[in-house]
């Protein structure tokens, strides 16, 4: 199964340490990963789930998540994959109080992601000290070369179109 996650994602290096552990959440949860980022200054573990795995990885009331924290001593996070950029980039954060996603390519060719959420939720979006967005734009870029991620208003989308 390992093998299989790999040839999937072949543009993507992983560490000694990030195999061993990729290696680890697929024999406690038995759900296939695709990826594993050591995130050390936001002192996580991120883990890219195959999509419909979500829920195995999890396990019965978080049971495989609690017992891999303990086990590697550092915050597990999930992101369901999805070959769909703006999909994947939704899966990085909570659906719930996202309104709207947009992927836009720059003139520079750069491409930049736009996560329109409501302007007193736009807290909980970006997380603390950031620890969210900082993922999403780790996992945008390595998947999808999206250069930057934004979390902006509905009315900061609306003065952005008029530009």
Not at 4 to 13: Q, R, T
Not at 42 to 45: D, F, H, I, P, T
Not at 93 to 99: H, P, W
């Given at each position: 199964m390992l093998l299989?996650?790999?040839?999937?994602?072949?543009?993507?290096?992983l560490s000694p340490?990030?195999?061993?552990?990729?290696?680890?959440?697929q024999t406690?949860?038995?759900?296939?990963?695709?990826?594993?980022i050591i995130d050390e200054k936001?002192?996580?573990?991120i883990f890219v789930v195959n999509r419909g795995q979500m829920g195995m990885a999890i396990g019965k009331g978080g049971s495989n998540i609690k017992q891999l924290q303990n086990v590697i001593n550092k915050k597990i996070e999930l992101v369901e994959h999805s070959e769909n950029a703006t999909n994947f980039v939704k899966n990085i954060?909570?659906?719930?109080?996202?309104?709207e996603i947009r992927i836009n390519d720059?003139?520079?060719?750069?491409?930049?992601?736009?996560?329109?959420?409501?302007?007193?939720?736009?807290?909980?979006?970006?997380?603390?000290?950031?620890?969210?967005?900082?993922?999403?734009?780790?996992?945008?870029?390595r998947y999808?070369?999206?250069?930057?991620?934004?979390?902006?208003?509905?009315e900061q989308l609306i003065k952005s179109e008029k530009m």
């Open positions: 299989g996650a790999l040839e999937m994602s072949e543009k993507i290096k340490d990030e195999f061993r552990l990729l290696s680890l959440f406690v949860t038995t759900a296939d990963a695709r990826d594993c936001m002192e996580r573990v954060f909570n659906s719930n109080i996202i309104q720059r003139l520079d060719g750069t491409k930049i992601a736009l996560v329109v959420a409501d302007a007193k939720k736009k807290g909980l979006v970006v997380g603390k000290d950031g620890r969210n967005v900082d993922k999403a734009r780790l996992l945008a870029k999808f070369n999206i250069t930057n991620v934004l979390v902006i208003s509905p």
